[in-house]
């Protein structure tokens, strides 16, 4: 389908044309592409559909870089607890309950979530990740999956069966090497990851250092912090990183770099569960590359990207107390770009002719965003989902106006996922 975008504000996140900028001009998608973006035109051909942007933000869309999907049968279920007891006590129990199709249902209430708040990639990590390729496909939503591996479930020849199916799977899926945490995996199945990080030149991600007593446990158990220990094993040497992140050490930021590993943020989920203030301000300092997740929606519990952009800045200003630490704009970026590299998805980081057309239009007609002083400032500070007005994943409009077009009802989904968490929590 040729969609022409026009008369609209323009912010293209492309670095050489100054990725902050804000331009007025239009977008042309033809298929699941990207086919022009500059000032307005008269077409050379007729358009299937024209958008009247109104001066309204078309923009690429948010990167969800650490997401549980299937967890939506949890969200406000456990509140107010501590991680290991929520874990533990809570979570754990009735994950062992569910069936590859309540995965399968739970996940596209996220995926309806995901696009609400602009968000047209997640980067997934749970249970059964075929399960949640299948409900991304379904809905025509694009997920990276990753490992979750740990002493109770997953093994390495899952991981690499995976790698093998999963990345051939659907041209809006892909999967990456990966384990839940160093507290959850012994150090025999470790390796094995290792090696297959080293067979097949690959990527890692794991949770990481998310709580204090996570690292202290670690250096009782090898003498190293958990990134000290996962690099001496060669875990990293093709790249990767970690979620939440924390609790690193100078020695564990001075690895990250020098590895090129990615830090996931997750702020919300953090500061629900207590786990503390990541050092961001340090880390953007040492050049090591930050992206942003919600986390699980039993942990967040909102899967909203406005929010955690702002929680990004906002709790990194209170720990260094000092309101100019970890600017907006910067913030952004990690929302757009380096979740999209972080990911391995260099084609959906900015609006260019040739990416995919993964894209968003922001409603700037609303309150909240005026007076327009600085539009990606807004965005971060004062955006939210209900500025929203479309959100476009491969080239097809999955959400506009209030309105899904993923082929399901949304009833009927919500019914779905209800039943299964009222059969779970019996």
Request: proline share 4%; net charge negative.
């Amino acid at each position: 389908m040729r969609i022409r975008f026009y008369d609209g504000r323009v912010l293209t996140m492309q670095e050489t044309q100054g990725d902050l900028a804000v331009e007025q001009g239009e977008v042309w998608v033809e298929g699941r592409y990207i086919t022009y973006v500059g000032k307005g035109q008269r077409p050379a051909q007729a358009f299937e559909r024209e958008v009247d942007l109104r001066g309204d933000l078309i923009m690429p869309g948010f990167k969800n870089a650490h997401t549980h999907s299937s967890m939506t049968f949890l969200r406000s279920y456990a509140d107010d607890l501590p991680l290991q007891e929520w874990l533990n006590d809570k979570v754990f129990p009735l994950e062992a309950r569910l069936t590859g199709e309540d995965m399968y249902q739970l996940a596209k209430v996220a995926i309806l979530e995901y696009l609400t708040s602009g968000i047209t990639c997640n980067f997934d990590m749970y249970l059964d990740p075929c399960q949640v390729a299948r409900a991304s496909v379904d809905l025509g939503f694009r997920t990276v999956l990753v490992g979750a591996m740990n002493d109770f479930s997953q093994s390495p020849e899952d991981l690499e069966r995976w790698y093998r199916e999963l990345n051939a799977y659907d041209p809006l899926i892909s999967f990456c090497l990966g384990f839940h945490a160093e507290y959850t995996t012994g150090r025999e199945r470790l390796e094995a990851v290792a090696d297959l990080a080293e067979r097949y030149r690959a990527p890692v991600y794991c949770h990481n250092s998310e709580t204090r007593a996570e690292v202290e446990q670690c250096i009782g158990r090898y003498g190293k912090t958990p990134t000290a220990f996962l690099d001496e094993l060669g875990m990293f040497r093709y790249g990767g990183g970690g979620y939440h992140c924390v609790h690193l050490t100078q020695e564990d930021m001075e690895i990250f770099r020098e590895r090129g590993l990615y830090v996931v943020t997750n702020p919300g989920s953090n500061a629900k569960l207590a786990s503390g203030i990541a050092p961001i301000a340090r880390m953007l300092e040492m050049g090591i590359p930050i992206a942003l997740g919600t986390d699980g929606p039993a942990s967040n519990n909102c899967l909203d990207m406005f929010r955690e952009m702002f929680l990004t800045t906002a709790l990194a200003k209170l720990r260094e107390q000092d309101a100019a630490a970890v600017d907006a704009r910067e913030v952004l970026r990690m929302a757009v770009r380096q979740g999209a590299y972080a990911m391995g998805l260099p084609g959906c980081d900015c609006l260019q002719a040739g990416k995919l057309a993964d894209l968003i239009v922001v409603d700037l007609h609303q309150p909240n965003m005026q007076p327009l002083n600085h539009i990606p400032k807004n965005l971060v500070y004062s955006g939210s989902k209900q500025n929203i007005r479309m959100t476009m994943v491969d080239g097809r409009i999955l959400y506009e106006d209030g309105q899904f077009f993923v082929g399901e009802d949304p009833e009927e989904i919500y019914a779905r996922a209800n039943e299964i968490a009222r059969r779970l929590q019996k």
